[in-house]
């Protein structure tokens, strides 16, 4: 049971540069999250889904797209990566309303946007 | 205002101490109140779950909630140099949960 995998764990970016974070998760959940991490500005939630083919925005969108096509895979896309995305993104699922049961996080991806 | 207050540390202490990790949140709504452990480079894990006020006790771990002075806090008796790690705590209101900044201790042998 691998829980929530993130692939890639690490990646260098030129500004300007795409690329697309996939976040895999085993456990059935129906609710998954993507964060970013910055020193001194804790967790953010970037945007989320509740179920399969929905999305939904968080508190930090703008610069992020995502998608759920499938119920165990959540995607992050950067269309245009600029210095301000460098920092380290935690994908992470919950049963059902994460309230009730709490996240399950991925290891994280540390990105650099050079 | 930040939904969640949480004073960043460092924190040192000998192995052995007792810790006291705190939170303060802003939303009287907040039902749901979590503690996370997240060791350096990984990810954070789940480490207690408290819903409304009151204390939770699991092996060393005490969390305490008083909603009427809307604060959080985490006991860590005997603490132990595994425990060394950044705390984070998270009420939670809605769908989500609102993270603290985290609180890095270091416990030394």
């Known amino acids: 049971n691998a829980g929530v995998t993130q692939t890639p764990k690490f990646r260098v970016l030129k500004t300007g540069q795409s690329m697309t974070l996939l976040c895999a998760q085993d456990m059935n959940h129906e609710y998954m999250y993507w964060y970013r991490q910055d020193p001194g500005m804790g967790l953010r939630l970037i945007h989320y889904?509740?179920?399969?083919?929905?999305?939904a925005k968080g508190e930090v969108p703008d610069g992020y797209n995502v998608s759920r096509l499938k119920k165990q895979n959540f995607l992050l896309g950067l269309e245009s990566a600029a210095p301000s995305q460098t920092s380290v993104y935690f994908c992470a699922s919950s049963l059902q309303t994460g309230t009730n049961y709490g996240y399950t996080f991925g290891s994280g991806t540390r990105l650099t946007v050079v | 205002q930040k939904e969640v207050e949480q004073d960043p540390g460092p924190l040192s202490v000998p192995e052995g101490a007792i810790v006291s990790l705190n939170c303060t949140y802003s939303?009287?709504?907040?039902?749901?109140f979590m503690w996370y452990r997240q060791y350096s480079r990984k990810g954070p894990e789940l480490l207690m779950y408290?819903?409304?006020?009151g204390n939770k006790e699991d092996g060393r771990f005490t969390a305490q909630v008083d909603k009427s002075s809307k604060y959080i806090s985490l006991f860590i008796r005997d603490s132990q140099p595994s425990d060394s790690a950044t705390y984070l705590c998270a009420p939670a209101g809605g769908d989500q949960f609102y993270f603290g900044t985290g609180t890095s201790l270091t416990v030394i042998p």
């Open positions: 889904s509740v179920g399969e083919g929905t999305t």
């Open positions: 408290t819903y409304s006020s």
């Open positions: 939303n009287s709504a907040f039902q749901y």
